[in-house]
Every structure is written in structure tokens, then in C-alpha cells.
């Protein structure tokens, strides 16, 4: 079974870290879930949640999901033997993202994002902060050079969403896309395009 790595900090954005674990556990992969005490606080104040509840992330999926402890750096997913098929921090913050560019780190999540680094697996950092500082922008080039992938949390508007959950998935699906996990979020635009073609083609016969 593939697994990945979740990573919750505190960036405004945990909508999107739900639709994305629900998406990664419905297509029955494991999520190892890590949040900041930060990410704690925003599943509380924009899920309403107490707590990390694997089954109220997961859609009910929560047997997909193990929660670890974000003061645990000694634990299984800061080491480079934890075989899994790429990690994504969402939303991840300007602090994590700095920590991360320079190596420096203070808890399992960013631990977890550095050791993806070192063992050339998948690390994406769906970066949720605006506008950018020059300080960002560094360190988004340094771990972008060090193979990590950079998602601003922008969702575009060219497939014409009608609800903030099209928003949402919309981004979702590009950082499962990244993943390589299958998943039915989002029209691609392929598939737009032919909508729009067989649509044209009927309105004219």
C-alpha cells in the first residue's frame, strides 16, 4: 500500500489539507499526518475541530490514518530507513518553509520535510502566505534547487468554479496530480476544452 506524508502547519488553509487526506485515503493509501502545534490551532479555528480526528479528515477513513506527534523528532518519520512515496505540507507556512530551506529544525514535520529532501523523494510545500517577502522568495529558490516543489495555494479561475469546494479542489488536485495519486477533484483542461467543442458542435446542428 503507498503511502504518504501530510504535514499541517499553521498558514491559513486547513480546508485544503482535508480535501487532500480525504483524496489520498479514498484511493485507499496511508496518510502519516504531522501537525505543527500552529497547524493544531488552525484545524481548530477553521474546521472546528479539538482535536486531530483521523475519521473527520479522512471522510471516515481514519483506519488510512496515523497521527504522530509534532514534538516526537526522534520519531519514525524523521528518519531516512521510513520508506514512503513522497510528503506535502499544506498549507505550509513562511517559518516552516524557512526552516526548511536552511536545514534547521525543531520538530518532527520539519524533520520529515528535510530527510524527503536528503533521500530524493517527493516534497511539496503548498505555500499559502501573501505577499512575498525577499526572504521567502530565497528560500522558495533554495529548496526548489534542493528538489523539493513549491504550490502557491492560487487556484485559478479558467475552469469557471461555482463554490469555494471547486476552489478548493482545484488546488487539491494539483498537489495529488504531483503526487501521483488518482483522483476525480477536477476537470482537466483537456476536458474542458472538448465540453466546450461538443457544446459548440451542438448548439450549431
Known amino acids: ?12 488553509g486547513a480546508i485544503y489539507a482535508r480535501r487532500v487526506i480525504q483524496a ?13 502545534a500552529n497547524g493544531r490551532r488552525l484545524v481548530f479555528d477553521e474546521l472546528d475541530m479539538k482535536r486531530l480526528d483521523a475519521d473527520a479528515l479522512s471522510d471516515g477513513r481514519g483506519e488510512f490514518v496515523t497521527i504522530h506527534a509534532e514534538n516526537d523528532v526522534g520519531g519514525a518519520l524523521g528518519s531516512g530507513s521510513f520508506m514512503h512515496d513522497g510528503m ?14 536552511v536545514g534547521v529544525t525543531d520538530n518532527q514535520l520539519q524533520r520529515a520535510a528535510c530527510v524527503a529532501l536528503k533521500e530524493r523523494r517527493p516534497l511539496i ?3 499559502r502566505e501573501s505577499p ?3 526572504t521567502e522568495i530565497e528560500a522558495m529558490r533554495t529548496v526548489t534547487l534542493a ?28 498537489l495529488l496530480d504531483l503526487l501521483k495519486v488518482p483522483h476525480s477533484l477536477s476537470r482537466r483542461w483537456d476536458e474542458h476544452v472538448a465540453d466546450e467543442r461538443a457544446d459548440r458542435a451542438s448548439q450549431r446542428a
Open 147 to 174: 528538489g523539493a516543489i513549491v504550490v502557491p495555494l492560487a487556484p485559478g479561475f479558467y475552469l469557471k468554479p461555482r463554490s469555494i469546494d471547486d476552489l478548493v479542489d482545484f488546488m487539491a488536485a494539483r
Open 125 to 127: 510545500l503548498a505555500h
Open 88 to 101: 506535502v505540507i499544506v498549507p505550509c507556512s513562511a517559518n516552516t518553509l524557512a526552516r526548511v530551506s
Open 1 to 12: 500500500m503507498r503511502r504518504f506524508i501530510v504535514g499541517i502547519t499553521g498558514a491559513s
Open 24 to 36: 489520498i485515503t479514498a484511493a485507499e493509501c496511508r496518510v502519516e499526518l504531522v501537525a505543527s
Open 132 to 134: 512575498l517577502s525577499l
